[in-house]
């Protein structure tokens, strides 16, 4: 056992994982662990790695997909450092929007931020980062800060956070300063997988070769990365920006802009609502040369962008510069879209491809452990990541929950496949999931693929016939809204309660629920994507890469999102909770491959009475 275990027990799967990682760390190699809930993943790839990296001269960086996650491992780190007695540099690191003191900074976008950001400095008018930075060397009062902050870590972000703002120092810049000392970072995908890596490996004095990686909720990144690398305009961009110029009297970008949103329509000119059309990076070119120099345009309209961030933090004609930039990007691996939804137009430069960034940083890595409970099928992960399989070691680890604690069952005798849309069909799935509601003796989630269907479905519903109060998930909800309705949830859950979500809508996902507070979670049919041009532009591209077009762009993504919905009533061994599947499909054998090999379901055409036995 590493001396950096942070407990005294080790469950079941956690010391196979522990050795694991200590064999890949030690000879360079990519472990892909697919790992369920509870077997303690974060201490069993940190106490290694740092173990590791202390003797080596390396840097473990710990990259997760929400600042949630980070929570997690910083309290690991703490009582790591706390049972090993031993001194080491941990860094909590976040985007640097997110670690700045200004008020309402958050209503910025990451772009706008950045540039606002370096007009505040440059012009000397933050107080925040002249009470830190004088000269380009830190000030008494900030070294006086970024000691104490030293002797206090490891420490969340948030605590550093109100720590600084208190001193009136800049949170960012100490984070940045403690960076060069760091033997693990606590980071965001984002600070790894984009531009942004640059900086931070200039911050910490290393190149990638001394770099311990380790990705948690690994399923997410290779569509996070996709995001990461995709860029994107509007008509309805395009007017902010018409409007922000004229209010700032800017006449020759309100030009530039409106000249823009014309060559948008008349690129639209011969689509329909919902349609859309492939557009080459040539035509658009050609079409905005008729306003002016290409590289011209684009630089007069970053320049005015960075002269209205003085003024208001924000600027929609610096995001269009910004666009017009990333248009001049590689064909190979993108797709260029053009589409209209109703009145508004839209022209994207989307990325098809994550292995374009990521298979440079795993080869140039010492060692990666990319970790997740939904990490299957392995060799999808392996090829969409560009990973060399030489390198690779996978493991499937088994749930250290007792099996009996959960129900696995497949409803076959229904669908929500698209030529069965009809409402005989409709009325058999709320058939299903009435009484399925019915016989749980406490809360419920319902996720559905889409609202459309959520609605089509709930108005189907004779709501009398369930013994339980429904609550709707809000499409365009806010966080405080998102919250009062997990808290509602939760306070009705001594009677029980059925939520009603959406599958890639704020509940299926990073939420946890113990207990008495969620005992069954239903999927009412397979979230599939929605069949566009960016989704067929993605199917043909697998296909020419990998021959597995249809499974790895359209198929197992689908099925991954119904097992992570699913995992939301299993969160600890004492957890007891029923999952079903509810569409004759998840019994296919195209679409088994992305399950665990643990999952084993009942096939039926009565779950109220397995889950009436299995409560009872």
């Known amino acids: 056992m590493s001396s950096f275990f942070p407990f005294d027990k080790i469950r079941p799967g956690q010391k196979e994982m522990l ?8 000879n360079g190699k990519i472990l892909f662990a697919h790992a369920p809930t509870g077997i303690g993943k974060t201490a069993a790839v940190l106490s290694p790695a740092l173990e590791y990296a202390l ?19 910083i309290d690991t780190l703490k009582m790591m450092k706390k049972r090993s007695e031993k001194s080491f540099v941990a860094v909590d690191l976040i985007g640097k929007k997110w670690l700045c003191p200004v008020p309402h900074i958050d209503t910025l976008s990451n772009s706008d931020f950045i540039q606002y950001c370096k007009v505040m400095q440059k012009d000397k008018k933050c107080k925040f980062y002249n009470n830190t930075v004088e000269d380009k060397k830190l000030t ?6 970024l000691r104490k902050l030293f002797a206090a870590q490891p420490l969340h972000t948030e605590e550093l956070f109100y ?15 403690m960076m060069r000392r760091a033997n693990l970072v606590v980071a965001d995908y984002y600070h790894i997988f984009s531009p942004a890596r640059v900086a931070v490996m200039e911050r910490l004095n290393k190149t990638l070769d001394d770099i311990i990686l380790i990705v948690d909720e690994a399923h997410n990144l290779p569509d996070r990365v996709r995001n990461l690398m995709s860029a994107r305009i509007s008509s309805y961009s395009l ?14 970008a309100e030009e530039r802009l409106s000249g823009l949103l014309a060559i948008l329509s008349e690129l639209a000119k011969n689509l329909k609502d919902g349609e859309e059309d492939y557009v080459t990076k040539g035509l658009f070119i050609d079409e905005v040369q008729t306003l002016g120099d290409y590289y011209s345009v684009l630089e007069e309209l970053q320049v005015f962008g960075n002269e209205i961030r003085e003024e208001k933090k924000r600027s929609f004609v610096g995001s269009v510069g910004a666009f017009l930039e990333a248009w001049l990007g590689d064909d190979y691996g993108y797709a260029r879209i053009i589409s209209r939804q109703g009145r508004r137009i839209a022209l994207s430069y989307t990325c098809l491809d994550p292995s374009l960034i990521t298979k440079d940083i795993f080869d140039d890595s010492h060692a990666a452990i990319l970790m997740s409970g939904t990490l299957k099928p392995m060799r999808m992960y392996i090829d969409l990541l560009g990973i060399e399989p030489a390198r690779v070691e996978s493991k499937e680890y088994e749930s250290p929950f007792p099996k009996e604690n959960r129900l696995n069952l497949i409803v076959t005798d229904v669908t929500t496949k698209y030529e069965n849309r009809n409402e005989e069909e409709f009325k058999k799935i709320v058939n299903y999931l009435v009484r399925c509601v019915n016989a749980v003796p406490g809360n419920v989630a319902v996720f559905f693929p889409s609202y459309e269907i959520r609605d089509r479905i709930y108005h189907t519903l004779v709501v009398e016939n369930i013994n339980k109060e429904i609550l709707l998930e809000s499409q365009n909800a806010s966080k405080e809204d998102r919250k009062n309705l997990m808290n509602e ?7 029980g309660c059925a939520l009603f979500g959406v599958i890639g809508g704020s509940f299926d996902q990073g939420i946890d629920l113990p207990g008495e507070f969620l005992k069954a979670v239903l999927v009412i049919g397979i979230p599939f994507a929605k069949p566009d041009l960016e989704m067929r532009s993605l199917i043909d591209y697998y296909d020419k890469r990998f021959a597995r077009g249809w499974e790895y762009a359209y198929i197992y993504p689908a ?17 007891r909770g029923v999952v079903v599947l509810m569409d004759k499909r998840y019994v296919w054998s195209k679409y088994r491959n992305a399950f665990p090999s643990d999952f084993k379901a009942i096939k039926t055409r009565y779950p109220e009475k397995y889950i009436e036995k299995f409560f009872s």
Do not use: W
């Not at 960086?61 to 929570?71: E, G, K, L």
């Not at 007017?239 to 020759?252: C, D, P, Q, S, V």
């Open 19 to 26: 050795a694991d990682s200590r064999s890949a760390v030690r």
């Open 55 to 73: 003797g080596n001269d390396k840097v473990v960086f710990f990259v997760t997909p929400r600042h949630s996650q980070h929570i997690l491992a």
């Open 140 to 145: 008494e009062r900030a070294k006086k800060t």
């Open 163 to 177: 720590y600084c703002k208190d001193k009136g120092i800049c949170p960012y810049e100490l984070t940045m300063r």
């Open 239 to 252: 007017r902010a920006a018409i409007k922000e110029a004229r209010e700032y009297n800017m006449g020759l």
């Open 489 to 495: 949830f939760i306070s009705l859950s001594s009677k």
């Open 559 to 575: 099925i991954i999102k119904a097992v992570q919905a699913g995992g939301r009533c299993i969160r600890s061994e004492k957890d």
